[in-house]
């Protein structure tokens, strides 16, 4: 969306939504007789989630993997989401290999070893099922201190270099623990975070 294109968000992680509070939504979706109609962040960005269409936001969705796929089909095809540029979507990979026309994926991971073997599961998925990925982006990648600027590896060294070399993916961007991020997204205000670590994967997927 900063760089110009049309942005829409399909937050299909039924069991656990959190796409719409991150930006301050919290009406539920109305529909028309073309579909349901996004909501819209002030920036422009179309949001649609299973927490816009439920009463109340703590409502908790007991349904079937089955289920899960075939809702995460119609918010792409039931949704009147016009003219978009770029849809990302929020979703563990397979359901998303299954229910959607996906152009590429980007991986994200944390440092943590256990990481490693979600993370390869995740890419083998995805070129079994001829889908491009882009590349990696580590969360929690370090934490550094305000006082002295020391970089600490909380979680411990990263292997998302080893990970990275194994796969030939390049690591689009490392993400330290941000206390003013995580207070941004309480207040539903993300899109005034700071982006600027995630440029390069930005710019990378407008090229492709």
Same mark, same amino acid.
């Given at each position: ?10 937050d299909?992680d039924?069991?656990?939504?959190s796409i719409?509070?991150a930006?301050?939504?919290h009406?539920?979706i109305v529909?028309?007789d073309d579909g349901m ?8 960005i179309k949001? =649609?989630?299973?927490n +816009?269409?439920l009463?109340n936001?703590?409502?908790p969705v007991i349904?079937? %993997?089955? #289920? &899960?796929g ?6 792409w095809?039931?949704v009147?989401?016009?003219d978009v540029?770029? =849809?990302?979507?929020? +979703?563990?990979?397979?359901t998303v290999?299954q229910?959607?026309?996906?152009? %590429?994926? #980007? &991986? ?5 070893s256990?990481v490693?073997?979600i ?10 099922m001829?889908?491009?990925?882009y ?6 990648s370090y934490?550094?201190c305000?006082d002295c ?8 060294k990263?292997?998302?270099d ?8 390049p ?5 330290p ?12 205000s ?5 982006v600027?670590g995630l440029m ?6 407008a090229?492709?």
């Amino acid at each position: 969306q900063k760089l110009g294109y049309k942005t829409a968000i399909l937050d299909a992680d039924v069991t656990g939504p959190s796409i719409p509070r991150a930006f301050g939504l919290h009406e539920q979706i109305v529909g028309s007789d073309d579909g349901m109609l996004p909501a819209e962040t002030p920036e422009g960005i179309k949001v =649609m989630s299973i927490n +816009l269409l439920l009463p109340n936001e703590t409502d908790p969705v007991i349904w079937r %993997g089955p #289920v &899960i796929g075939g809702a995460v089909k119609q918010f792409w095809t039931d949704v009147c989401w016009g003219d978009v540029d770029y =849809m990302f979507v929020d +979703l563990p990979p397979l359901t998303v290999f299954q229910s959607l026309p996906v152009d %590429g994926v #980007v &991986i994200v991971t944390s440092p943590q070893s256990l990481v490693s073997m979600i993370v390869s599961k995740a890419v083998n998925m995805a070129r079994m099922m001829n889908v491009p990925v882009y590349g990696f982006v580590e969360n929690y990648s370090y934490f550094q201190c305000p006082d002295c600027g020391k970089k600490v590896e909380i979680f411990g060294k990263s292997k998302l270099d080893e990970l990275a070399l194994q796969f030939s993916l390049p690591v689009l961007a490392r993400l330290p623990i941000e206390p003013n991020v995580a207070a941004l997204f309480d207040a539903g205000s993300m899109a005034q975070a700071d982006v600027s670590g995630l440029m390069p994967a930005a710019e990378l997927m407008a090229k492709a």
